[in-house]
């Protein structure tokens, strides 16, 4: 539905003063692009959003990612609600984080992405998970989880400072901290530079 001039305005001028990182301009040029998004996905949402499909195809064509794994992960935590659909607010708040957040912003964001179960750990199994799916090429001269295994333990002796075999995200703040590379130790789930 169309949405009058003054209408567009005060929501530019919200999303501008909520996200936090983006100026009236972007957000602008980002509900644009939302509208686009919206009139190309099915008309299951009445117009108030996207679905998976259409986030992971954006995802996928703006930022280049393309495991399965953290593209669901990304959608369910830009749809904070859990309803399956990506709103205006959602979409604007969510590429604030992934575009330009702060380091704190971006470690919360990295390790939701990791703790597949939500419980508030990424443990052994969610790093071999995310690590299997993450490498490209095995060593053919061995067992091809083996190599996962011990980059599995080369992590949690990098980054479990409490030593209990899983890393909280005290661990995980203390360890990217330390060394920034680390944000993404997991896989891929930040855009690149460019």
């Not at 972007?26 to 949402?45: G, N, P, Y």
């Not at 090429?137 to 067992?143: F, L, M, N, T, V």
């Not at 030593?163 to 896989?187: I, P, Q, T, W, Y």
Request: one cysteine or more; a negative charge; aromatic letters at 10%.
């Amino acid at each position: 539905a169309a949405m009058s001039r003054r209408g567009l305005k005060l929501l530019v001028d919200s999303l501008a003063r909520s996200s936090k990182h983006f100026n009236k301009s972007e957000v602008e040029c980002l509900i644009k692009f939302f509208d686009t998004l919206v009139a190309r996905a099915s008309s299951k949402f009445a117009g108030a959003g996207f679905d998976r499909t259409v986030f992971r195809d954006v995802l996928h064509r703006a930022f280049g990612m393309t495991d399965s794994v953290v593209l669901d992960r990304v959608f369910s935590i830009f749809d904070k609600d859990n309803d399956g659909c990506i709103t205006m607010v959602e979409w604007v708040e969510g590429l604030g984080v992934l575009l330009r957040g702060t380091l704190e912003e971006k470690m919360k964001y990295c390790f939701a992405i990791y703790d597949l179960n939500g419980d508030g750990y990424i443990s052994r199994e969610e790093m071999f998970q995310m690590l299997k799916n993450s490498l490209l090429i095995q060593p053919a001269d061995e067992e091809p989880d083996e190599g996962v295994k011990d980059l599995v333990e080369i992590a949690l002796k990098k980054m479990d400072y409490d030593h209990d075999g899983k890393l909280s995200f005290m661990d995980f703040e203390k360890a990217v901290r330390d060394e920034n590379l680390l944000l993404e130790a997991f896989g891929p789930c930040l855009p690149d530079i460019k």
